[in-house]
C-alpha cells in the first residue's frame, strides 16, 4: 500500500497518517495521535472525516490485491533459503499477519510461539506477544493472557532501552494490554499491571509513546484502587510531556493529566445562593461567585483558527445555583462577534453531565446519553442585538446581555426542574464542560477557534467528549 507514492506499508504495518485498506476491503483513515479510525464511504462521514482528525487528510490512497496463498508460500521459501538471522523475526512476523488473514489460527499461534521463544528480545517478539494476549483472551484463558501480555510488555520496555530508533506497536494494542491487565489483576487478585508500571519506573530515558503509556497504566491503576502506583505514573507522564513534539497530544494528555490528578483547572465548585442574581447583563451580583478563567494563555485553546490575544477571545464563566434554579454568567472577550440567521457563529456552549458517573473523572461515560445535557448562549451581533438561548430543553428560561467595548456579558436562568429526574437533592458532583467558540470570517464560518474547560468538545462547535468536561462540586 502506498500513500504518498515514496512510502510503501507491509499488511500490518501503520503509517503515521494516510489510509490504510484491509483484507475485507473496509477503509481505515490513521492518524498518528488517533490511530486506526474505521470510516464508511457514504458522502457525510467523509466530510466530517476532516473535523474529526483536526484538519489531517491523506493526500493519496491506493488499494493493493495480495494474493495471501502465493504470499504464504513464498514466505515459507524465504525462511527455508534466508542466510541472513536477522530478518528471521520480521519474516515470521509478517507470516503470522498472512496466516491470521486467511483465517489458519493454529498456524498463526505456532508462529507466534515461534518469534517469542526464538526470538525474545526483538520486536517481533513484542507484537508476537501482544497479538498472543488477545488470542489467549478471545479464547477465555485469562492467566494466560495476562502472562503474555505482561511478557510483551516488559519486552517492549527492555527494547525500548536498548534501541535507538525503536519501533512502536499499535497504540491501541499497547492501551488494550493494560486494560485488560488492570481488570485480570483485579479478577484474580494479581499484580499484573502493577509488575509492569514498576519495569517502567526504572527506564531513564524520555520517548514520546512513553507519556501516553503513563497515563495509561496511571488510569487503570487508579480504577483498582493502586492509587500510590498511579500517582507515580502521573508524575511519569509529567516527565514525559517535553519529549513530545505534537501539541495537539501534549494539550489532551495535559486535559486527561489535569483531571486524573485532581488540578484545579479542571475542577470548579458551584456555589449556593439563597437567591438567585438580578438577570440584566450587569454581573456585579456575582462578585462572590468563583470564576472559571478562560484564555489561550495557559488553558485549554484549539480549533483551526490562531489566537491573536485576550481581546481576541478570551472570558470568565460563573455558576450558581439555589433551590430551584441554576445560573450560568459569562464576561466574553471578543473583538469581532460573528453570527449567521441560524445562530452558527459566536457562542458560549454549554454542557451537564448529571448522570451518578458524571462528577468522576475515573468512571464517566465519553458517550453523551440520556442525564448529559448542552444548550448554548449565542452571542449579540449586529443583526440580534441581545443574546440568545439555543436547546432543545422543555422550560421556561430567563436570559440578559449587555455589550461592552471589547465583548458582552451575559446571565442565564434555567429551572432545575428542565433536568427532570436527573438533578437530584443530593447530587454532589456533575460534569460541567464549557466551549467559547469564535468565528472572526462571516465569509467562512468553518475557521473556528475555542477556549475549554476543560476540552469538552472534539473540535469548535463540534460533538461533546463528556470523558472530557471539567468536574464541578455543588455547594
Given at each position: 500500500l502506498s500513500t504518498t507514492g515514496e512510502s510503501y506499508y507491509l499488511l500490518g504495518e501503520h503509517p503515521h497518517n494516510g489510509i490504510l485498506v484491509s483484507s475485507n476491503g473496509t477503509w481505515l483513515a490513521c492518524d498518528a495521535r488517533l490511530g486506526l479510525i474505521e470510516i464508511s464511504l457514504e458522502s457525510d462521514s467523509i466530510q466530517a472525516l476532516p473535523e474529526f482528525l483536526e484538519g489531517v487528510m491523506p493526500q493519496a490512497v491506493?488499494?493493493?490485491?495480495?494474493?495471501?496463498?502465493?504470499?504464504?508460500?513464498?514466505?515459507?521459501?524465504?525462511?527455508?533459503?534466508?542466510a541472513t538471522a536477522d530478518l528471521m523475526?520480521?519474516?515470521?512476523?509478517?507470516?503470522?499477519?498472512?496466516?491470521?488473514?486467511?483465517?489458519?489460527?493454529?498456524?498463526?499461534?505456532?508462529?507466534?510461539?515461534?518469534?517469542?521463544?526464538?526470538y525474545p528480545t526483538s520486536y517481533a517478539a513484542i507484537e508476537a506477544g501482544l497479538e498472543m494476549s488477545k488470542f489467549s483472551y478471545n479464547d477465555n484463558f485469562?492467566?494466560?493472557?495476562?502472562?503474555?501480555?505482561?511478557?510483551?510488555?516488559?519486552?517492549?520496555?527492555?527494547?525500548?532501552?536498548?534501541?535507538?530508533?525503536?519501533?512502536?506497536?499499535?497504540?491501541?494494542d499497547l492501551e488494550l494490554t493494560i486494560q485488560r491487565l488492570a481488570a485480570l489483576s483485579e479478577q484474580f487478585g494479581k499484580d499484573y499491571l502493577k509488575s509492569v508500571a514498576r519495569e517502567f519506573f526504572d527506564l531513564s530515558l524520555q520517548h514520546p509513546v512513553l507519556a501516553t503509556l503513563y497515563y495509561d497504566m496511571g488510569y487503570q491503576l487508579y480504577r483498582i484502587?493502586?492509587?500510590?502506583?498511579?500517582?507515580?505514573?502521573?508524575?511519569?507522564?509529567?516527565?514525559?510531556?517535553?519529549?513530545?513534539?505534537?501539541?495537539?497530544?501534549?494539550?489532551?494528555?495535559?486535559?486527561r493529566l489535569a483531571l486524573a490528578t485532581g488540578d484545579n483547572s479542571a475542577y470548579y465548585k458551584i456555589k449556593k445562593m439563597k437567591n438567585g442574581p438580578t438577570l440584566d447583563g450587569d454581573l456585579s451580583d456575582w462578585k462572590d461567585i468563583k470564576p472559571i478563567q478562560m484564555s489561550a494563555a495557559g488553558g485549554w485553546f484549539y480549533g483551526n483558527a490562531g489566537w491573536s490575544g485576550a481581546t481576541d477571545l478570551a472570558g470568565v464563566m460563573q455558576v450558581a445555583y439555589n433551590e430551584s434554579d441554576i445560573y450560568f454568567a459569562g464576561m466574553i472577550f471578543d473583538d469581532m462577534l460573528v453570527?449567521?440567521?441560524?445562530?452558527?457563529?459566536?457562542?458560549v456552549r454549554v454542557f451537564v453531565d448529571l448522570r451518578p458517573t458524571g462528577g468522576s473523572y475515573f468512571l464517566r461515560s465519553d458517550e453523551c446519553e440520556?442525564?448529559?445535557?448542552?444548550?448554548?448562549?449565542?452571542?449579540?451581533?449586529?443583526?440580534?442585538?441581545?443574546?440568545r438561548l439555543k436547546t432543545t430543553m422543555q422550560a421556561p428560561y430567563e436570559i440578559a446581555s449587555s455589550r461592552s467595548v471589547d465583548g458582552y456579558n451575559f446571565e442565564l436562568r434555567l429551572p432545575l426542574v428542565a433536568f427532570g429526574k436527573w438533578f437530584v437533592k443530593d447530587l454532589k458532583r456533575i460534569g460541567l464542560g464549557i466551549e467559547l467558540v469564535d468565528a472572526d470570517n462571516p465569509d467562512d464560518l468553518e475557521a473556528r477557534k475555542a477556549l475549554g474547560f476543560v476540552l469538552p468538545t472534539v473540535a469548535p462547535g463540534g460533538a461533546p467528549q463528556p470523558d472530557l468536561f471539567g468536574v464541578a462540586e455543588l455547594d
Open positions: 491506493a488499494l493493493v490485491m495480495v494474493d495471501v496463498q502465493s504470499r504464504i508460500a513464498s514466505l515459507n521459501a524465504e525462511l527455508t533459503d534466508q523475526p520480521e519474516t515470521l512476523l509478517e507470516l503470522a499477519y498472512l496466516q491470521k488473514t486467511a483465517g489458519n489460527n493454529n498456524e498463526v499461534v505456532s508462529t507466534y510461539k515461534k518469534i517469542i521463544e526464538s485469562f492467566v494466560q493472557s495476562a502472562e503474555y501480555g505482561v511478557a510483551a510488555m516488559k519486552t517492549f520496555k527492555a527494547y525500548l532501552a536498548a534501541t535507538l530508533e525503536p519501533r512502536i506497536p499499535p497504540m491501541s484502587n493502586e492509587e500510590g502506583n498511579a500517582r507515580k505514573c502521573f508524575g511519569e507522564v509529567r516527565n514525559q510531556l517535553n519529549a513530545i513534539n505534537d501539541p495537539v497530544t501534549v494539550r489532551d494528555l495535559s486535559a453570527s449567521n440567521a441560524d445562530g452558527i457563529g459566536d457562542m440520556p442525564g448529559c445535557y448542552e444548550f448554548s448562549i449565542l452571542a449579540p451581533t449586529s443583526n440580534h442585538p441581545k443574546a
